[in-house]
């Protein structure tokens, strides 16, 4: 049998009205905040991730889907989606320092090693705003994040922010782990002697116990920050206060992409293990530029719906969505004589009563086992037709969960019943 490749994960009919939920909520909020959508390629130019995520990051080095396409282009599938979002604002409408809010959907791929909550083949809802420098647009993210959890139900998500200056101080930040690390280099593991001096700030990142006594010793950032970042944190931090948004300065906190500057950011549960962001986000005033465009601020966050549904798997929405794929009615049919009147009776019901879910049974099996199948199906009222019904235009409709009976009724008098009946439920 061939199976699904390995990190890489079928969604089954029992969880996808999680998601439906989960991407209904998000569609409607993002849209409400004034957030656009943008559907970009899976696909794109290996070049535009290593000059955006950074040639020397986790996801350049060692995780990205990357093949040779025919003509000899290197392609990746893409590990995040702010890269393609620049790429195609950049492409269809050069900046003129306009404000954009962006927002887009999708699977991501990462070749990590697979474990729960950490998947080759992972979904992200990510937002991207253009153009807007301060930290009210920072704190806007942060806050629609918030709403989010609370139109889900989730509770316990704990808010971490840093700042990490800008690419001048972060240089010199650097240069100093550079020389406290090397002064240390016997105490480190293998993977952070190889970014010791390509990118010595994942170092700080690490979550080797070995190394922990190490970076606890190691120089922090807030020393280093520039006035402007400091007050652009500050005034950040004022938001959030004004707003009741809990929160914990991390200056640990510097993600795993070289583009950020000044605020980075990140939600984390306790309930998920060692997989415990569930967002993540930040601001980077560079990139846009760096791919040739008009000097452009930027901020965006990124959501891992995959974690977020195993959060919501514990609340009152699972149980709703269980039950939203379940037919409200199961047309039960007497045999291949009547499948013409059969459908026939159940467009009827779809014109007149477009959201109610009606599963016709097809095949001529036993009444018995039709009900049987009725019963499982988890709807709640079987339709009925028979050799009699049809020799007399009418249709039986059957209660299945509660006790009250059946009626027979003409075919024209069915929409009205049902109306009746669904109502009683
Ligand atoms: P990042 O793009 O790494 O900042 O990730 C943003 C969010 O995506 C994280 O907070 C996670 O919730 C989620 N995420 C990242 N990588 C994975 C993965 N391999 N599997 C599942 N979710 C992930």
């Not at 037919?327 to 013409?340: A, Q, S």
Request: with cysteine.
């Amino acid at each position: 049998m061939i199976r699904a490749v390995r990190g890489m994960n079928d969604i089954l009919p029992d969880t996808t009205p999680l998601w439906q939920r989960l991407e209904h909520t998000a569609r409607v909020l993002l849209l409400s905040y004034g957030y656009e959508e943008i559907r970009l390629p899976i696909l794109e130019q290996t070049a535009l991730f290593e000059r955006s995520i950074g040639e020397t990051t986790d996801i350049v080095e060692k995780e990205m889907y990357t093949f040779t396409d025919r003509n000899g282009d290197s392609l990746s599938l893409r590990p995040e989606g702010t890269a393609g979002a620049v790429r195609a604002v950049l492409q269809h409408n050069p900046f003129r320092n306009q404000a954009q809010r962006l927002w887009y959907m999708g699977p991501m791929f990462r070749r990590e090693r697979p474990q729960k909550g950490r998947y080759r083949q992972f979904y992200q809802i990510g937002a991207e705003a253009f153009g807007m420098p301060g930290p009210d647009i920072d704190a806007e993210l942060i806050i629609l994040t918030r709403r989010l959890w609370r139109l889900l139900g989730l509770g316990g998500l704990q808010l971490e922010i840093n700042t990490l200056g800008t690419a001048t101080t972060r240089a010199r930040f650097r240069q100093d782990l550079v020389s406290y690390f090397s002064a240390s280099a016997e105490k480190l593991d293998q993977d952070s002697r190889r970014r010791l001096h390509s990118n010595p700030l994942r170092i700080l990142d690490s979550k080797n116990p070995e190394l922990q006594e190490v970076i606890q010793g190691a120089p922090t950032f807030e020393r280093y920050v520039d006035p402007g970042s400091e007050q652009h944190f500050r005034q950040l931090r004022e938001i959030l206060e004004h707003n009741d948004i809990d929160y914990r300065v991390n200056p640990r906190l510097v993600r795993g992409l070289d583009y950020y500057s000044k605020t980075v950011f990140e939600w984390l549960t306790t309930e998920l293990g060692a997989q415990g962001a569930v967002c993540g986000g930040g601001r980077y005033d560079g990139l846009v530029e760096h791919f040739g465009g008009e000097p452009t601020p930027a901020v965006g966050f990124a959501i891992g719906m995959d974690r977020l549904i195993e959060l919501l798997r514990e609340t009152p929405l699972n149980d709703i969505a269980r039950t939203s794929n379940e037919p409200h009615l199961y047309l039960i049919v007497g045999g291949e004589k009547y499948y013409g009147s059969a459908l026939r009776v159940a467009e009827t019901v779809r014109e007149a009563m477009p959201h109610i879910r009606l599963v016709t049974h097809c095949g001529s099996d036993s009444f018995k086992s039709q009900f049987k199948r009725a019963d499982k199906s988890g709807a709640r009222i079987a339709l009925l037709l028979g050799e009699d019904e049809v020799s007399q235009g009418m249709v039986t409709v059957k209660h299945l969960r509660i006790s009250s009976g059946q009626v027979t009724v003409p075919q024209s008098e069915l929409i009205a019943c049902l109306e009746k009946e669904l109502a009683r439920l």
